[in-house]
């Protein structure tokens, strides 16, 4: 294994020096050993939903490729599953009520320190292409692409370094063109570090033309909590974001005169008129040619739900299959420019030293207690797929059980560019685990707070908690608050609310101490509870 810059600098004497001022050396004797950096990110990417995690629902073998020829994360985590928040994380390394990017009524202050800022100044050429969704334009980074909020999924607006413009095509294809491109123009003699940040599988879920008919002849089984009554459970009970509330337009991409009625989700059923119109512009941004190829598979859509005329059980679970089918659907347009971007790394002699990552920005609900969406600390929704390739370090095949979380990326990126990583950044650099070498005093457990109410969608109540291997402890802490607790080894699915059992009242004056204990170590202690 080659020597790392540290070792390098600790031998001819630079010592901290060095470590504290990587333009001085970094540009010279060392640049051969800064790996390139490619991050790929999707959004809402459930672990279920990636075969090397789950082969039960679909095949992905460029993301599996990635896990093969590296590192599996098994239990890696988000600090604040919403979009928003997650990629605030990511970029700084420090939790929400750190950051400033708590829900989506927050605006992201791109002036504060970033890794991709400290990469630049170390001499990497820094680039995003894709989902941005922080409000502010991008600060740190030599080129980016953004898209415009949200993002469509057919001919999408993006902003490129300022400048508006519309491509025609798929988002996913059209995203790693960007990206690939800009890859095409750089100048190999200098590292860089590329974000690619697809905004697919987010809802609604508008597959690519070519895999619109995948999965037509499969019926996929109803997870085993599908029916959950949420007993014992009040916040999930308050909830709206079961798949059963789908809108009937939007979400299942039927059209106005397929229905009687719009059915409604998120806890703005009013709105359903104006969701309406919302589908009607999305579907008119596709082109003829595109609306052709929509029309031919939605319209037999339109025809079978006008014929069966469901209700009750039979509706619930035709809306979890068209759902879930377009929801795989988009997935497969995510591995497949996976692949590309795998392959360009090949074509061009990049594999060995470009460390890629691919990961979502947190998970997300595939009928699992219902639901769709993500924003609880339950496990679907704090989980998130990683896995993680980089042949001059990582020995191919490992699956990883350490707990790690959104919050270690700056770290870890700043270790393998050689850059000292400020002692303001909260996370921890995963390049000892990715190498085989775990430290003694790695992380027992995590901490998550999610603040999105009761400003916004679905209903779910701010909370905090504590995660441990087996342990987690949730406090809903909102006027007229309350405590779950749930023994992950004897209910993985999270459905049997201990926190008032006898049998567990040791745990959880251990479960809360830990949790006090994280709060101070992150900072997290002046929280509002009105």
């Known amino acids: 294994m080659k020597t790392t810059r540290r070792e390098f600098l600790k031998s001819v004497g630079m010592g901290t020096t060095a470590l504290m001022a990587p333009n001085l050396f970094l540009n010279s004797c060392m640049k051969q050993d800064r790996p390139n950096i490619v991050f790929i990110m999707s959004d809402d990417h459930a672990e279920r939903a990636i075969s090397c995690y789950n082969d039960t629902l679909i095949h992905t073998p460029n993301i599996d490729r990635i896990a093969s020829e590296g590192i599996r994360f098994q239990n890696s985590f ?145 997870p085993a909590n599908f029916h959950d009554e949420y007993t014992g459970r009040i916040a999930a009970g308050e909830a709206d974001m079961r798949i059963d509330d789908m809108y009937l337009t939007f979400d299942m991409k039927l059209h106005s005169q397929s229905i009687e009625e719009e059915t409604g989700s998120g806890g703005k059923k009013s709105f359903a008129e104006k969701v309406t119109e919302t589908w009607k512009r999305t579907y008119n941004r596709m082109t003829d040619e595109q609306k052709a190829g929509w029309d031919a598979h939605y319209d037999k859509v339109n025809e079978e739900f006008k014929r069966l005329k469901l209700t009750g059980d039979e509706l619930l679970n035709w809306k979890y299959q068209h759902y879930l089918k377009d929801y795989l659907r988009c997935i497969l347009s995510v591995d497949e420019n996976v692949g590309r971007v795998l392959d360009y790394l090949d074509q061009n002699g990049l594999t ?143 459905m049997n609310n201990v926190y008032s059992d006898p049998a567990y009242a040791k745990i959880v004056q251990e479960t809360k101490q830990e949790l006090v204990r994280l709060q101070k170590l992150y900072g997290d202690v002046d929280i509002d509870k009105s």
Not at 392 to 415: K, P, W
Not at 456 to 468: A, K, L, P
């Open 78 to 222: 988000v600090t604040n599953s919403i979009c928003g928040p997650s990629r605030a994380t990511l970029l700084t390394g420090k939790y929400s009520h750190l950051n400033g990017m708590l829900d989506h009524s927050c605006t992201f202050d791109g002036s504060q320190l970033t890794f991709p800022k400290l990469l630049q100044q170390a001499g990497y050429h820094t680039s995003i292409v894709g989902k941005w969704h922080l409000k502010t334009e991008p600060t740190g980074f030599d080129y980016w692409n953004i898209l415009k909020g949200q993002g469509q999924y057919y001919n999408p607006d993006f902003t490129e370094n300022g400048e508006k413009r519309t491509h025609i095509g798929y988002t996913t294809d059209i995203i790693t063109d960007q990206a690939l491109e800009t890859l095409d123009k750089l100048d190999k003699s200098k590292p860089f570090c590329m974000l690619i940040h697809h905004k697919a599988p987010h809802r609604n879920w508008m597959p690519n033309l070519k895999h619109l008919d995948a999965y037509n002849d499969q019926d996929i089984p109803l």
């Open 352 to 494: 060995e030293n470009t460390l890629v990552v691919y990961t979502s920005d947190q998970g997300f609900y595939l009928g699992e207690h219902g639901w769709y969406d993500k924003r609880f600390m339950y496990e679907e929704s704090l989980s998130m797929p990683l896995v993680m390739r980089y042949p001059l370090e990582i020995q191919a095949g490992q699956v990883a059980d350490s707990m790690v979380m959104n919050l270690d990326f700056s770290s870890t990126f700043l270790d393998f560019a050689g850059i000292a990583i400020p002692a303001e950044m909260q996370g921890h650099s995963l390049r000892g685990i990715v190498r085989g070498n775990t430290p003694d005093d790695w992380r027992e457990s995590i901490y998550y707070h999610y603040y999105e109410h009761p400003h916004g969608w679905h209903d779910v109540r701010r909370h905090y908690g504590v995660r441990t291997e087996r342990y987690k402890l949730i406090h809903f802490y909102e006027e007229d608050g309350f405590w779950e607790l749930f023994d992950l080894e004897q209910d993985p699915s999270e």
